[in-house]
């Protein structure tokens, strides 16, 4: 029996040495301005009810930790007890308390809970389409604007890790995650893991966290990804960033596991975020899946990865 069930990946933090030109670029990426705490750390949410999803404190740059939230301070103080550690104040709006952990490579995991939701704030509404026959928008012209997407939330998290059965050991039961994916190598080992919440009968994201064991590769953050509100939303806010000469990574394409639209981006201190749409909802129900490498770095459409994305 895993130690809990964690509900959802909340939010992730980072390095830079620039606050300001992290402000900017995630303005332009499309994220708000959370409500201020005044403790010197940058945070940003979506239009959702996380009050904060993306942190940054002034430093050197580089990926800091990952926050998953659980549903009680019973399952705090049950981390607390299993890994020796105590419980503390949360940081930044919505309060709460947490507990902060360290995985096998090194990762800082904090977990929280009692952390207040915020009130949502207005999204771009959802397009309608006509597609074939159905025609939902008959008589509706369609007219966008120039503007950054509207993220919504965040969505996952991807770590590369050097050990995959210790990674696996440590985060599973802990925090009770399903396996969605297992991406395995030609040799059989595990190459990669796409994982997401238990819910129970509730559908969630297909992963809330991939783990990617790299023979010879150090453990170091890949890509945070942030749910944007549609297909319009995210081609715009492609344009929008293109045309103030961000760094773009890879896409626009259709990933073939999680079955997303991805658009991915450098900010401005080399951290890769992806803007996503349309991902697959998986209950529990939901029986684990073998892929293979190609699968996971393949997409339905779009351009190949690029050499950088796969290294
Ligand atoms: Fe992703």
């Not at 670029?25 to 239009?47: C, Q, V, Y």
């Not at 749409?277 to 684990?288: C, E, I, K, L, N």
Request: glycine share 10%; proline share 6%; charged share 20%.
């Amino acid at each position: 029996m895993p130690i809990t069930r964690v509900l959802n990946v909340e939010s992730v933090r980072f390095g830079a040495p620039d606050l300001e030109t992290m402000r900017t670029f995630l303005l332009d990426f499309g994220l708000r301005e959370a409500e201020a705490t005044g403790d010197g750390i940058l945070r940003m949410r979506g239009t959702g009810v996380a009050p904060y999803i993306h942190e940054t404190e002034q430093g050197d740059a580089g990926f800091r930790c990952v926050t998953l939230r659980v549903g009680s301070r019973a399952d705090l103080e049950a981390l607390a007890a299993a890994d020796g550690v105590e419980i503390e104040p949360a940081t930044g709006p919505g309060g709460g308390e947490q507990v902060v952990l360290t995985d096998p490579d090194g990762y800082r995991v904090e977990v929280v809970a009692g952390k207040l939701r915020a009130a949502p704030l207005a999204a771009a509404a959802p397009q309608a389409w006509n597609v074939g026959e159905q025609r939902d928008r008959e008589g509706v012209a369609k007219r966008l604007v120039s503007a950054p997407a509207s993220v919504l939330r965040l969505g996952h998290i991807v770590l590369a890790v050097t050990n995959m059965a210790a990674t696996w050991a440590w985060w599973q039961s802990r925090f009770g995650l399903l396996v969605s994916d297992e991406v395995q190598a030609p040799n059989g080992d595990v190459a990669a893991m796409f994982v997401r919440c238990d819910c129970g009968a509730e559908a969630v994201d297909h992963h809330a966290l991939n783990f990617a064991a790299i023979p010879g590769m150090p453990a170091t953050f890949h890509h945070a990804a942030f749910e944007v509100a549609d297909l319009d939303d995210l081609m715009v806010g492609n344009a929008f960033l293109a045309e103030r000469g961000y760094v773009h990574d890879w896409g626009i394409g259709r990933h073939i596991l999680g079955s997303q639209v991805f658009d991915y981006w450098k900010d401005p201190f080399g951290h890769r975020v992806e803007h996503w749409t349309d991902g697959d909802y998986f209950d529990a129900s939901v029986p684990p899946n073998v892929a293979d490498i190609p699968t996971m770095l393949g997409h339905q459409w779009g351009p190949a990865a690029p050499a950088d994305f796969v290294a």
